[in-house]
């Protein structure tokens, strides 16, 4: 039966609507992600002030169960331990950690030229450990001269050479200055962001929330607020596993008599909180470090480090985490490698909590 001239017309006008709505959603779709690539940095600075509000807000309420305070001042007193806990580590240990500090540095500069030079003596190509200064004698050493030095002329400098070199001087300054206050700036932007959310988190839940269609709230309800417990599981076990390797590392370490233990324990902590790749980086700062005291003392430290990871990968993680976060290891460790390599460090260190998020969101699709 042929079909009427109005059928006709609506059924060009359904396929030119359909055309046109999937086209406009394909460029609002890659419009979103060449803003998303462009403006990676400043995502990753948000949420990462998002993850240091979720933390804030769970200590909150783990000191709610101990006292029926209200919640901003629950959040006050919580602000003030952390900023007293930080200031007595500076004032009381600050000479002392950079005292180590310096002496952490030296050492690896001096194990890794003792590196470079034992796999030459065998033959093996040693090119991609050339990090410019970093493989210089440490500071201290001088450098053996191979030839004299040329007689120094008493003449002085051109106004080009002057010119030059001041040029040089200030670039290199300005960057250093550059680099300092993009640091900071990014610190206190995290911490200004951290203590908004966690100051009022209702506030912000809510908002996200009426910011999607009214058919889909009760849904975006559920994921938002899974997503704000999965974190805040995942954000306590993580800062427990991270002091724990801190302070195993720190005794082990200064009981086998390596230098610069508390550094070293230290930074065994903090690159705790990047799965696999930042014990694979921790362990080898440590080995590194424990060469200038001997083969036995290293070879001591690794066995230590070996020790700490087996705690940390078969005990601590799955005890803490075991209702937080469930992705397999190879899983996690591709989606590091793979945002590591696009977004740099921000990718790297943010990448459980991100597949952490994703998770959720594909666990609450497949239950729909």
């Known amino acids: ?15 030119a609507w359909a055309i046109a709505v999937g086209g406009i959603g394909t460029v609002a779709f890659a419009t979103l992600l060449v803003a998303t690539w462009y403006f990676a940095s400043t995502l990753f600075l948000i949420f990462a002030g998002m993850l240091l509000g979720v933390g804030l807000n769970a200590m909150t309420h783990l000191l709610g169960r101990v006292t029926s305070l209200p919640h ?22 600050g000479s002392t950690i950079a005292q180590q500090a310096t002496v952490l540095s030296n050492t690896i500069k001096s194990q890794l030229v003792n590196v470079k030079a034992f796999l030459e003596k065998y033959g093996v190509d040693t090119s991609y450990l050339d990090f410019g200064n970093l493989t210089a004698p440490p500071a201290g050493q001088a450098a053996t001269p191979e030839a004299p030095a040329p007689a120094t002329a008493h003449n002085l400098p051109s106004a ?20 300092t206050v993009g640091a900071v700036g990014n610190f206190f932007i995290v911490l200004f962001l951290g203590l908004c959310f966690a100051a009022q988190p209702g506030v912000y839940r809510n908002g996200l929330i009426y910011m999607t269609p009214a058919k889909r709230r009760a849904s975006v309800t559920i994921v938002v607020d899974r997503v704000g417990d999965t974190l805040e599981r995942w954000l306590m076990a993580q800062l427990i596993t991270m002091f724990a390797v801190f302070l195993i590392t720190w005794i082990g370490l200064a009981l ?21 790749v930042g ?43 075991r209702q937080a976060l469930e992705i ?17 460090v921000w990718g790297l260190a943010l990448a459980l909590p991100l597949m952490a998020v994703v998770k959720v969101v594909i666990d609450f699709m497949k239950e729909e």
């Open 160 to 179: 080009g050479t002057l010119a030059s070199s001041g040029s040089a001087i200030l670039s290199q300054t300005w960057k250093i200055v550059l680099g």
């Open 328 to 344: 397999p290891p190879a899983t996690l460790f591709a989606f590091q490698i793979l945002l590591g390599v696009v977004f740099g």
């Open 72 to 93: 901003s001042l629950r959040l006050a007193i919580i602000c003030l331990l952390l900023a007293a806990g930080l200031s007595g580590v500076i004032f009381l240990g």
């Open 279 to 321: 014990a694979l980086v921790g362990g080898l700062v440590v080995v590194l470090a424990s060469l200038a005291s001997g083969w036995i003392a290293a070879l001591s430290a690794f066995v230590l480090f070996l020790g700490i990871h087996a705690l940390e990968s078969y005990i601590l993680t799955p005890m803490l985490q």
């Open 1 to 15: 039966m042929a079909t009427s001239a109005d059928e006709r017309i609506r059924s060009r006008n359904d396929l």
């Open 256 to 276: 086998l008599g390596i230098p610069s233990s508390f550094i070293l324990g230290v930074q065994a902590g903090l690159l705790t909180f990047i799965p696999t």
